[in-house]
Structure formats: structure tokens, C-alpha cells
């Protein structure tokens, strides 16, 4: 069974900074491309950050330069580093775990972690 538990969420003044961490469990993890999404109050769910099995990153662009991803595999872990936190980060974020094999996708998801960044 694959389980994605993401941890490290919490409340903090803007400018400041917060690490998540996603353990994942049953699944090769350093196989799997790698991401992290945030929903906010009333918004669509937003890509914020993704990480090849590579190790390649892409970032949307309003957390560009502000958050790192990076990966562990031999600790099966997914990371988001954030820093100078704005109000407008507030959202749940969500890790994702994705791979496609010939014709079939495999994607998994955690069950999400609250950020709150006051201002």
C-alpha cells in the first residue's frame, strides 16, 4: 500500500521560513518524479514545485527563488524548503508521487499539510 505523509507545516510570520518533509512508503521512490501542490481557500490546486527522478527541478514562478525541492532516496523523503514566506503561501500543500510505465500512470497522493503565514 503507498503512503505518502507529509509533515512540517504550521503558522509563521511572513519573511519567515518552514521546511516539509513527504515520507513516502511502499513504493520505489527514487524511480518516481516528484512534487509538491498547494491549495488555498477558495483556489484551484497550484504545481508549486517538481522534481525528476533525475533530480531536475521546475518551480512556479511566485515561489521561484524562494522555495528549494530536493530528495532523499535512500531515505525514501521529499522536501520543500521555504523561505521569506508571504501571507499569500497560506494554502494546504500536497505531495505528489507520479510514474509512467508504457501506457500507465501511477500517481499518488498525501494527504496534505497546513501552511500559515501571517502577516
Known amino acids: 500500500q503507498v503512503q505518502l505523509v507529509e509533515s512540517g507545516g504550521g503558522l509563521v510570520q511572513a519573511g519567515g521560513s518552514l521546511r516539509l518533509s513527504c515520507a513516502a512508503s511502499?513504493?520505489?521512490?527514487?524511480?518516481?518524479?516528484m512534487a509538491w501542490h498547494r491549495q488555498a481557500p477558495g483556489k484551484e490546486r497550484e504545481l508549486v514545485a517538481g522534481?525528476?527522478?533525475?533530480?531536475?527541478?521546475d518551480y512556479a514562478d511566485s515561489v521561484n527563488g524562494r522555495f528549494t525541492i530536493s530528495r532523499d532516496n535512500d531515505k525514501n523523503t521529499l522536501y520543500l524548503q521555504m523561505n521569506s514566506l508571504k501571507p499569500e503561501d497560506t494554502a494546504v500543500y500536497y505531495c505528489?508521487?507520479?510514474?509512467?510505465?508504457?501506457?500507465?500512470?501511477?500517481?499518488?497522493w498525501g494527504q496534505g499539510t497546513q501552511v500559515t503565514v501571517s502577516s
Open positions: 505528489e508521487a507520479e510514474q509512467l510505465i508504457g501506457d500507465v500512470e501511477f500517481d499518488f
Open positions: 511502499g513504493l520505489t521512490f527514487r524511480s518516481y518524479a
Open positions: 522534481i525528476t527522478s533525475a533530480g531536475s527541478t
